[in-house]
C-alpha cells in the first residue's frame, strides 16, 4: 500500500440488518407458498418481477443464486461442472454456475433454487437470458416464455431520464410490440396457475412498486450527496431488490427504512469515511467473490456515490401506467445504442467524479463491450478517468483481489 | 463408414476449375465492390446473416456481409474485450485501419449479444453516413412475425430515405428473386459435395461463399451459371479417408479448411454462418414480400436466434445439422468453436450430445489461426477414423 494511502475508519449505513430482514419475509413468503402448492417460476433481472406478486408465484432467480454461491465459494466448482459438459467458457457465470447446480446439486451451496415448474425469459438486458431461460427449460423439461424487447435507439426514444428511465417518447410500433409480449407473458401465467389475472391485485401490485420505487430512485439520489454517505459493499444489493422484489410489500418496507437512513446520513453531512479523497464511478456486474473490494477503497478515502450498474436496476414505476412502466424498465443505457450513455452521464454531473473503476465481466458481452466506450464518453464529457479490472461476477480465479488492490492504488496515486 | 477410401492422400481435382479462386480473389481484394462503388452504386455492409440484403438490394445498394480480413486485431482489442469473437475484433479492426471506408453505412441486428454491441461499437467508433439495428423477434409468434415485418417495412424506409430513392414493391420482389435463384444456384453447388467422388472441396466452397458476398448477387448467379457444366464434369476429388462435416458458426478461415482436406479428409457438409448457413431457405415470392422476408428470416434454422413457442432454440439446429451429415453421408464431424463465440459457446454440449453417434474433434479457434497447433490433432483425428 502507498504510504499516504492510510485505511480509514469504515461507517456504513446498516443496510445489512435490513437485507436480512428483507431475505427472510422473503424467504418466508416462498415457504408459504410452496406449501400452498404455488408454481414456481425461475425469473431473470429486468423482468417485470410485480407479475410474481400478482400472480402468487414462487420466483426463483439463477442471477441472485450465483452471486450467492460467489459469495460462498461454490460457483468455481459449479463453472467447471458446465466447461466440463462443453459449454464455451467466454459465457456468462451466472450460466455457467447455474447448470453446474443442475446438473452437480451437491456442489451447489444450499438451499439450492426450487424446481421449476416455468421459466420466464426476457430480452430486456441480453440475449443470455433466452438462451439460459432455453438451456434450464430443457433441462428441467418445463415450459418457457420469452418476453421481447427492443435494443433502444435514440431514434425509437429520444433522449431518455439516465435515473428514472423516463424516456421523451416511445416509438408505438415498438411500444405496442412490447404490450403485446407482456400480455403474451399474463396469458402464459394465467395458463400455468389455472387462474385469471386479478385486476385488483395488480393495481395494488404497482401501487407498492410505485412507492417502492420513487424510495429507490431517492437512495441512489442521495449517494451521490457530499461526503458520500454509504458503502457500495450495501448499495450494491439494491440490485436484488429492484430486478427480483419490486411490487412485494417487504422490499417496499426495506426501501423506507433505507431511505431513511441515507436521509438522515446527508441531512447529518455523516459519510462513510471521515475524510473522502476521490469520488469514484463504478460500474460492471459487482464481483460478488470480492465484495470487501469496496470496503477497502473506500477505508483509503476512495468512496462510490454512483454505481451504474446499480442505477441500471431502478426505475420509476408509475401505477397508472403499468404497461408503460414494465417497458420503461428496460430502458437503461445496457439495453441501447451507445448514444444513451450520454443521457446517463449527464445525470452524473451533480456527483463530483474524480474517476471510474470498471469491472470488465468476462463472459458477459452486455456490460463487458460497453466499457470502453462509457470509458471513452466519462473522459470526453466528464474529464475523469477510468481503471478497467478483468472481473468475472463469479469466478474469483480469473479476478486476484490482491492484483485489484494494486491496480486500484496506482489508479488512485494518478488521481491526485 | 460410409465414405470411398480409395489412397492414403486426398488429390482434389485434377483439371481445377478456377471459379472458386477468383470469386476468392474477389472477397480478398473487394475489387467488384470498388468498381460498384465507382459505378455510384452505395455500399452497405452488414453485420449478420440476420439482415434481409434484398431490402438493400431493392433499394439499388449493395448489402455486402462484413468479414474481416484482418489477421490480428491490435487495435479492436483496445476498444473490445479480448476474449471476444474473432469475427467481432476483426470486423472493428478492419473498420479501424480503413478498410472498409467504401462502406456508406452498417446495418445489424439484434441477433445476439455480440452483434448487437458490435453494431454499437463499430458506430461509435467508425463513423458511418447511415446506420440501423433491426429489431429482431425470438419467437416465431404471429405477433413476432408481423413486428419483424413492420420492422423491416421500417427499415426499408429508413433506407430509402437515406439513399433518396423511392422504395418500390416490385423492386423489391425482383430482388427476392434474385437471390432466391442466388440460394438455388448455391444449392446446387452444396450438391456436388456431398456424390461419392465430390466435385468440389470444402475449402473451395468457401471461396465461392465468401466471393457471395463481395458481389452483387446478379453478378454472383451468372459467374456461377458459366461454370457450373465445367464444375459438373471435373473429374471430382476420389482419394480421401475421411468424410467431414463443419460444424460452427461465423468462421471463414479458408487456411484451416485447406490443411484439414490436405490431410486426407473431405469436406462434405457444414452448417457455418458463412457458408451454408449463409444462403438457405428460400423466401416465398408472394405477394406480400415483407411478410415473406419476416418468415424466412425469422426461420433461419442454421441460427438459433428464434424458435417456435415452446420448442427449444437448439432443436432447429440441432435438426438442420443432422439433416446435412444425412444428405453428405459424412462420417465424422469437425467443430470449429471460436473461442469467444457466444452462439457456439452455448450449443456446443447439446450438439455434441445429439451427435454423440460420430466421431467429434472439437477444435478451439483464437485469432490468429495457428495451423501448426491444429494440425497433430486433426491429423490424429483422420487416421483414427478415417481409411
Request: glycine fraction near 6%.
Amino acid at each position: 500500500m502507498a504510504i499516504n494511502m492510510k485505511m480509514q475508519e469504515w461507517n456504513p449505513l446498516g443496510y445489512k440488518v435490513l437485507y436480512k430482514e428483507l431475505f427472510k419475509r422473503h424467504l418466508a413468503r416462498q415457504e408459504e407458498l410452496l406449501k400452498r402448492g404455488r408454481p414456481v417460476g425461475w425469473f431473470f433481472s429486468f423482468h417485470p418481477s410485480e407479475l410474481i406478486y400478482v400472480f402468487d408465484l414462487v420466483s426463483a432467480f439463477p442471477e441472485q443464486y450465483s452471486a450467492y454461491c460467489a459469495a460462498r465459494g461454490s460457483s468455481t466448482d459449479l463453472i467447471d461442472v458446465s466447461l466440463s459438459m462443453g459449454y464455451g467458457h467466454f459465457l456468462c457465470d451466472y450460466f455457467k454456475t447455474t447448470i453446474g447446480s443442475i446438473v452437480k446439486p451437491e456442489k451447489a451451496t444450499p438451499p439450492t433454487m426450487p424446481k421449476p415448474d416455468f421459466i420466464i425469459g426476457s430480452r430486456g438486458l441480453c440475449i443470455a437470458h433466452c438462451e439460459m431461460a432455453d438451456v434450464f427449460a430443457r433441462f428441467n423439461k418445463v415450459p418457457c416464455y420469452v418476453v421481447n424487447y427492443p435494443y433502444w435507439t435514440r431514434d425509437m426514444i429520444g433522449r431518455h431520464d439516465g435515473f428514472t428511465k423516463v424516456p421523451e417518447k416511445i416509438d408505438e410500433t415498438y411500444f405496442e410490440y412490447c404490450v403485446a409480449s407482456l400480455e403474451g407473458l399474463i396469458d402464459f401465467l394465467e395458463g400455468i396457475t389455472g387462474e385469471k389475472m386479478s385486476e385488483d391485485k395488480f393495481k395494488d401490485v404497482f401501487r407498492v412498486a410505485e412507492d417502492t420505487s420513487k424510495l429507490l430512485l431517492e437512495i441512489i439520489r442521495l449517494m451521490m450527496s457530499k461526503p458520500t454517505p454509504g458503502s457500495q459493499r450495501e448499495i450494491c444489493d439494491l440490485v436484488f431488490v429492484a430486478f427480483f422484489a419490486l411490487g412485494s410489500m417487504y422490499a417496499y418496507d426495506f426501501a423506507r427504512e433505507a431511505y431513511n437512513l441515507i436521509r438522515d446520513r446527508v441531512k447529518n453531512g455523516v459519510g462513510v469515511v471521515p475524510n473522502e479523497r476521490y469520488r469514484l464511478l463504478t460500474f460492471g456486474i459487482m464481483p460478488w467473490h470480492s465484495l470487501t473490494l469496496y470496503e477497502y477503497c473506500e477505508r483509503l478515502g476512495a468512496t462510490f456515490p454512483a454505481n451504474l450498474y446499480v442505477n441500471e436496476s431502478v426505475h420509476l414505476v408509475e401505477a397508472d401506467k403499468p404497461f408503460e412502466s414494465m417497458v420503461r424498465r428496460t430502458i437503461h443505457f445496457t439495453n441501447a445504442d451507445y448514444e444513451m450513455i450520454y443521457d446517463v452521464v449527464e445525470g452524473l454531473k451533480e456527483a463530483d467524479l474524480d474517476g471510474a473503476i470498471l469491472f470488465e465481466n468476462t463472459g458477459c458481452r452486455v456490460t463487458s463491450m460497453i466499457i470502453k466506450p462509457l470509458a471513452d464518453i466519462l473522459e470526453e464529457e466528464l474529464g475523469i478517468p477510468s481503471l478497467i479490472i478483468e472481473a468475472p461476477q463469479c469466478d474469483p480465479r480469473i479476478m486476484s483481489l490482491d492484483r485489484a488492490k494494486m491496480q486500484i492504488e496506482a489508479f488512485l496515486e494518478t488521481l491526485k | 463408414m460410409r465414405s470411398k477410401r480409395i489412397s492414403n492422400n486426398a488429390k482434389h481435382n485434377k483439371r481445377k476449375n478456377t471459379m472458386p479462386d477468383h470469386l476468392y480473389s474477389l472477397f480478398l481484394t473487394k475489387s467488384k465492390i470498388l468498381e460498384y462503388k465507382k459505378a455510384g452504386k452505395r455500399i452497405i455492409g452488414t453485420l449478420c446473416n440476420g439482415v434481409p440484403e434484398e431490402i438493400i438490394h431493392s433499394l439499388g445498394a449493395m448489402p455486402t456481409r462484413l468479414l474481416g480480413l484482418s489477421k490480428t486485431t491490435e487495435n479492436a482489442d483496445l476498444k473490445l474485450p479480448r476474449w471476444l469473437c474473432a469475427y467481432a475484433r476483426r470486423i472493428l479492426e478492419d473498420g479501424l485501419r480503413g478498410y472498409l471506408n467504401y462502406l456508406d453505412g452498417v446495418v445489424g441486428i439484434t441477433s445476439d449479444d455480440t452483434k448487437m454491441r458490435l453494431y454499437s461499437t463499430y458506430t461509435f467508433y467508425v463513423k458511418n453516413n447511415f446506420s440501423y439495428i433491426i429489431q429482431m423477434s425470438y419467437v416465431r409468434s404471429e405477433n413476432s412475425l408481423k413486428f419483424f415485418s413492420m420492422e423491416l417495412e421500417r427499415f426499408a424506409h429508413k433506407l430509402s430515405n437515406h439513399l433518396l430513392c423511392n422504395f418500390n414493391l416490385d423492386r423489391l420482389k425482383e430482388s427476392i428473386k434474385i437471390y432466391n435463384k442466388f440460394r438455388l444456384l448455391c444449392k446446387e453447388v452444396c450438391g456436388l459435395r456431398v456424390i461419392d467422388t465430390p466435385k468440389i472441396c470444402g475449402a473451395d466452397w468457401m471461396k465461392i461463399m465468401l466471393g457471395s458476398v463481395s458481389t452483387l448477387k446478379e453478378d454472383f448467379n451468372k459467374i456461377v451459371e458459366d461454370e457450373l457444366a465445367s464444375l459438373k464434369d471435373s473429374e471430382g476429388v476420389k482419394d480421401y479417408k475421411l468424410r467431414v462435416h463443419i460444424s460452427g458458426a461465423d468462421f471463414y478461415d479458408v487456411e484451416l479448411l485447406q490443411l484439414i482436406e490436405s490431410l486426407g479428409a473431405i469436406i462434405v457438409s457444414d452448417d457455418l454462418c458463412t457458408a451454408t448457413g449463409y444462403f438457405s431457405g428460400f423466401v416465398n415470392e408472394g405477394e406480400e414480400p415483407f411478410e415473406d422476408l419476416a418468415e424466412r428470416y425469422l426461420s433461419c434454422s442454421a441460427c438459433t436466434f428464434t424458435a417456435h413457442p415452446n420448442v427449444s432454440l437448439i432443436k432447429d439446429r440441432i435438426g438442420f445439422i443432422k439433416k446435412e451429415v444425412e444428405r453428405s453421408k459424412a462420417d465424422a464431424i469437425i467443430i470449429l468453436r471460436d473461442k469467444g463465440c457466444e452462439i457456439y459457446g452455448w450449443q456446443c454440449s447439446s450438439i455434441m450430445e445429439e451427435l454423440q453417434d460420430f466421431p467429434v474433434l472439437l477444435l478451439d479457434i483464437d485469432t490468429p489461426i495457428s495451423l501448426e497447433q491444429y494440425k497433430t490433432r486433426i491429423e490424429a483425428f483422420i487416421e483414427s477414423y478415417g481409411d
